[in-house]
């Protein structure tokens, strides 16, 4: 990938995320119908504290907040277009008004995150090379760039870290075929195959907060 074209998908990175989640100004109240949300019905997916165990439900513990809340509203407003998305997630979101979102985001982005599941292999040292440093020869950028060098994330992109990799690889499937239509990870995911996108995604399950 050329720097013009990575240029682009960081000022594309750039725009995405601005809703910010105004953490602090929550109230008490707030917080505490939040709390009862993640126990009495995330939970059931997600699992405790967003500690889920069934791969096909993302981990959401120390996912950060604004991302967290930017796909509540994504689905809220039917833009996150991924089968899974439309039939577990779209009702769930139109339940949710706005102070509920913020607090659910923020319950979530102050859990502890974990490593995953170590598996892999040699696909592991596969998967690493591509993360840390992309191929630039098919088009295909750095991940560490824009998602940090443990993959930890940051305000303004997801933590990858430690997720689910059956996951993780359908969601670059989904940005691949655009049901997921995010510009920036579209641009990412269009020259990835299949086995690299398995590799980078055990790679990722394996690593824990501070990798
Ligand atoms: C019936 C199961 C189920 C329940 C209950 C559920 N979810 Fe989900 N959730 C899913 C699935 C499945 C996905 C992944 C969708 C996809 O693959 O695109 C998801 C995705 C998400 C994501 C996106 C995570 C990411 O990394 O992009 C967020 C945020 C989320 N859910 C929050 C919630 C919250 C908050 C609640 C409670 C109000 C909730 N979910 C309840 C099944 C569920
Ligand atoms: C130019 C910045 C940038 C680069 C480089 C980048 N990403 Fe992303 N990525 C993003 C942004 C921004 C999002 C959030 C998209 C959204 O808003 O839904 C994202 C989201 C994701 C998600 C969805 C996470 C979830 O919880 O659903 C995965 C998986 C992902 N990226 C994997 C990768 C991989 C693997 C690479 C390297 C091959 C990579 N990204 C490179 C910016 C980037």
């Keep these: 990938m050329s720097q013009r074209h990575l240029s682009i998908l960081l000022g594309l990175a750039a725009s ?11 109230d008490a109240a707030t917080r505490a119908a939040a709390r009862k949300v993640a126990i009495g019905t995330c939970e059931n997916c997600h699992g405790p504290e967003g500690h889920s165990i069934l791969p096909k439900y993302p981990v959401l513990a120390g996912q950060h907040a604004n991302y967290l809340a930017a796909q509540m509203h994504a689905f809220k407003a039917q833009t996150r277009g991924d089968p899974d998305a439309l039939g577990y997630m779209w009702g769930m979101a139109a339940t949710l008004d706005d102070d509920l979102i913020t ?5 979530y982005s102050r859990q502890k995150p974990e490593a995953g599941k170590l598996v ?3 696909a592991l040292a596969h998967g690493k090379d591509l993360y840390l440093n992309g191929d630039p020869a098919n088009g295909i950028p750095a991940c560490a760039t ?3 060098p443990g993959a930890e994330g940051s305000d303004a992109f997801p933590r990858l870290a430690g997720q689910h990799s059956q996951y993780l690889i359908k969601q670059l499937k989904s940005f691949q075929s655009n049901l997921r239509n995010v510009a920036v990870m ?9 086995e690299e996108m398995e590799a980078v995604a055990l790679y990722l399950q394996s690593l824990g907060p501070k990798a």
């Design 16 to 26: 995405v995320l601005l809703v910010s989640a105004h953490a602090d100004d929550l």
């Design 103 to 107: 607090g659910l985001a923020d319950y």
């Design 120 to 122: 892999g292999g040699p």
């Design 146 to 148: 824009c998602h940090g």
């Design 186 to 194: 579209h641009g990412v995911a269009q020259g990835m195959k299949s």
